[in-house]
């Protein structure tokens, strides 16, 4: 079904910039989402003929799809978007997110697999690859129809890396741009991927004019597996682009300083005592965080170092995250019991050592960025991480960045952060203990450095330039 018959710019998500609930009257409710693609798209002006289309999440979701027969959704639920949610069968969807998206492509691209055991690609992975294929054509689709002459679209990540080829054979006149918000796997790794599924997948972007990657080192792995799997050269229609994706400063020291966020720090003060330092880590409980090893080398720097007890506290936020995935939830009470280990082990009457919260707040989480003495941030491996970008643009009196190697913002941001290698624990340790010692001065410095850098390419100038080298390809 065609609900604008003739849109400019598109955009393709697997999650849209609104979602609903049902209420128990049986009404809806909706909640409108942010993040970069929210205000890119804001950026392009009211005038612009711009349609979202994404998929729905949930029951509530599936209902509001069904009381618009298909077309766009009511701008009031969306904030003046044009916004057109798919309703994807749920047997199709789960196969194709939680199946293929999340527990292969996912781990694929951090490299997460335990290889003595998984991955393991059998006739039900080859029923979950259909679904997934299944998922893409719907979303192929649904952007054809509701493309005008010309228009562009702009794909995003992972689970839509088949589209922009589907949707090429559909549309032969449309101006393509795909963006993967995750690393890209090296050569060697990924071709634990069948072959056939490892050149479907790379085509499948390769169907777009420009491809597009947080960092140049993901964009040459990307070059690389295309050079492995499909051999040499990359078809002359498709343009490899990087785009390193940004902080909103503007956004985050306007919201870091409203009433809601003074009230959690002044809950946060209360649990941390007065006087200590303070490492903090904001993280969802995403098995490429790393997690446990950050709060194992906070450990050791309590045992390597037993002067900081009592002194530090370690603020660590693990929000729950692809809790239907069992690995998932395995993960977050390792998470737990580790912290809880610590505090029995070292723990006084008077100090807590690790300060764990488990439920999402986005408030809170602000309000530790401001506290932040050291910020940890630590990923097995990470697409760029936002965090590292955010904390020193918030810190009230600067913030030490311990940054591991392999994030993607290690990129803009190592000159200035304190570089890990994240399975070393003793080297994290040893470095949570240069950066708690740092004098007062260089991390100020530092920190502004680092704000610098984290907030160089924000938002809404992330979305315009992939947008416009698009309009500079086809020129």
Known sequence: ??????????????????????????????????????????????????????????????????????????????????????????????????????????????????????????????????????????????????????????????????????????????????????????????????????????????????????????????????????????????RIGVHGLGADADFLRERSHRPDVAERMAALRAEIGEGRRTIVRVDRTELSKNIVRGLLAYRQLLDEHPEWREKVVHVAFAYPSRQDLAVYREYTAEVQRVAEEINSAYGTPGWIPVVLHVKDDFARSLAAYRLADVALVNPIRDGMNLVAKEVPVVSDEGCALVLSREAGAHEEMGEDALTVNPYDITGTAETLHTALTMPAEERAERSKRLAAAGTALPPARWFLDQLHALDDQSS
């Open 1 to 238: 079904m065609s609900s604008t018959h003739g849109a400019e710019v598109l955009v393709a998500s697997n999650r849209g910039p609104v979602s609903y609930e049902t209420g128990e009257d049986g009404s809806l409710r909706a909640k409108r989402g942010g993040g970069g693609l929210v205000s890119g798209l804001s950026a392009i002006g009211p005038e612009t003929n711009a349609v979202w289309v994404c998929a729905a999440l949930g029951d509530g979701d599936r209902a509001a799809v069904r009381r618009a027969e298909g077309g766009l959704l009511p701008e009031a639920d969306t904030g003046g978007q044009r916004v057109r949610m798919l309703d994807i069968d749920p047997e199709v969807f789960a196969a194709a997110y939680n199946g293929i998206a999340n527990s292969v492509l996912w781990f694929v691209h951090h490299m997460l697999y335990q290889t003595p055991l998984e991955p393991v690609f059998d006739a039900e992975f080859r029923r979950q690859w259909a679904a997934y294929e299944a998922y893409n054509r719907a979303f192929a689709k649904a952007l054809a129809e509701e493309a005008g002459e010309g228009a562009a679209v702009l794909i995003q990540d992972y689970h839509l890396a088949l589209a922009p080829r589907m949707l090429r054979r559909l549309r032969p006149d449309l101006r393509i741009g795909h963006f993967s918000h995750t690393p890209w796997a090296p050569a060697e790794y990924f071709r634990l991927l069948p072959d056939d599924i490892a050149a479907e997948l790379l085509t499948g972007i390769l169907g777009a004019d420009r491809a597009a990657f947080l960092t140049r080192r993901w964009a040459d792995a990307f070059t690389e597996c295309c050079h492995a799997v499909l051999g040499p050269g990359i078809p002359a229609g498709t």
